[in-house]
């Protein structure tokens, strides 16, 4: 569907910025930052469980140096306040003892307590011996000092002491995990801030070649095949550049040999009609008096049109190349040599008036082909008409070779005229190529040759030399019967 005279294509939006901020900065951010808490969860955890640890180990050293049951009630409590007194880590663990309402008794402070704000939320009387540990990590009323605890029920009777607990802040440790934290946070921003300037680099590598790509492509699509973007680029960015420079190049000379063509065709095309006018208007004025002249005049005005013609279809035909329409063909079995025999008959009155000859003997009874008998006849007849035009002079006989080998036969035309520079002969069969001696014509027959060579599956070789001559040889696949 086109719109305005402009094919409607798929919109795919973003810059290249936006899109490497959409597909490769945010994806990381996020990464960082997930990244960046799941390590702080971590680390959290790792030093949370070791607290409890090295508290869950004092409870149990203390446990081990309980009094005995053997001594009295008192006595057993006693030496458990001893323990609560004699503490000696109290500069890190606060260790207390509880009753059976959960009330602390004593602590290792120094100090009984009897605020009821300081109650603890565990009830050592409820709690049965199978659930002897409660963890909990809170802040207390007064301080809202971040603490973590354990509690332990005793088992044995020791007067109003049920349970003891240690209790340890949580604040060197809450120091530790936020100053992990930053540090991961800040090796996060690293690690954006890094992906930041490459990705800025990154996107300015690509899109300042590509807006001068942009600039130069517009400027070709302008018509100016001079311009050529020039800077020197490596990998990818570097084979389009240089490919679109070639590119550049490859339209200016197709535009300036499309040039010269129309204006060479123009002049062919006049050079005939003239020639036509005027001995039409000869003709015209002396009517059939001069029966000589008539017929002579007669016979240019046949001759010009019949070359007229033989432009206007090779006109046609490179039209249809050129459109990317394939030519007509009509393919069949066919003799070979009736055609080569009809193309040199077509060319050998031509010849003649030139004092040309053409020299010919069919070596074989027949060579069995299968191709469009009018468009080899064409091939032919446009290879002899070249060797005739570029004969300098007479004297110059055009052969004809025929030669088989295996299932190909090779018909070799071969002149002693001007030739072709061997800088030219690969592209004297390109479009709009005329070589620098070339004489009169279209200077597209051999174009054409090729492309109905190549789709009977056939080649189409020249050899030339400067003043010597040419050689074309037109190769061919034999059916097999």
């Known amino acids: 569907m086109r719109k305005n005279g402009v094919q409607n294509r798929r919109y795919h939006p973003g810059s290249i910025a936006e899109r490497w901020i959409y597909v490769t900065f945010i994806p990381t951010l996020l990464t960082v930052l997930v990244s960046c808490f799941a390590l702080r969860y971590i680390t959290k955890l790792n030093y949370y469980s070791m607290a409890e640890q090295a508290i869950d180990f004092r409870i149990r050293s203390t ?31 606060e260790f207390m003892i509880l009753d059976k309402e959960g009330n602390i008794l004593v602590t290792s402070s120094g100090f009984e307590v009897k605020d009821e704000s300081t109650i603890i939320e565990y009830n050592a009387a409820s709690a049965s011996p199978d659930h002897t540990f409660l963890f909990s990590s809170d802040e207390k009323d007064k301080t809202k000092e971040h603490i973590m605890a354990i509690t332990r029920v005793l088992t044995n009777d020791y007067g109003d002491a049920a349970a003891i607990r240690i209790v340890s802040s949580l604040s060197e440790i809450d120091k530790e995990i936020n100053d992990t934290t930053k540090l991961f946070f ?7 801030l890094l992906v930041t300037i490459t990705g800025i680099f990154f996107v300015q590598s690509i899109t300042f070649p590509l807006k001068k790509i942009g600039a130069v492509a517009g400027q070709i699509a302008k018509g100016d095949f001079n311009t050529r973007i020039g800077d020197a680029y490596s990998g990818e960015i570097g084979d389009l550049v240089e490919s679109i420079d070639d590119m550049a190049a490859a339209l200016e000379s197709s535009n300036r040999l499309k040039n010269d063509f129309i204006s060479s065709i123009s002049h062919e095309i006049r050079t005939p009609l003239t020639s036509i006018k005027g001995w039409g208007e000869t003709l015209n004025s002396i009517g059939n008096e001069d029966h000589q002249l008539f017929s002579q005049g007669m016979e240019i005005i046949i001759n010009e049109t019949e070359r007229l013609s033989v432009m206007v279809e090779d006109l046609l035909d490179f039209s249809r190349l050129e459109g990317k329409s394939e030519l007509n063909y009509y393919f069949e079995d066919l003799d070979l040599l009736d055609e080569l025999n009809d193309a040199v008959n077509t060319v050998q009155q031509r010849a003649n008036k030139l004092g040309i000859k053409v020299n010919y003997d069919a070596p074989y009874d027949e060579i069995i082909i299968n191709g469009d008998k009018n468009r080899i006849k064409q091939v032919l007849v446009n290879i002899l008409d070249n060797a005739i035009k570029y004969s300098n002079s007479s004297q110059q006989d055009i052969n004809v070779f025929v030669n088989i080998d295996n299932d190909q036969v090779h018909i070799s035309i071969e002149d002693h005229g001007s030739g072709i520079p061997e800088d030219e002969i690969s592209k004297v069969t390109e479009k709009f190529y005329r070589a620098s001696n070339s004489v009169y014509g279209t200077g597209i027959g051999l174009s054409i040759s090729k492309e109905i060579m190549e789709a009977h599956n056939g080649t189409l070789s020249i050899e030339s030399q400067i003043d010597k001559g040419t050689t074309v040889t037109l190769t061919f696949i034999i059916k097999k019967l």
């Open 186 to 192: 800040g090796l996060g921003g690293i690690i954006l």
């Open 63 to 93: 446990i081990s140096l309980l009094p005995s049951q053997s001594i009295s009630k008192r006595d057993r409590y006693d030496g458990i306040v001893g323990l609560v007194e004699d503490f000696a880590e109290k500069d890190q663990f």
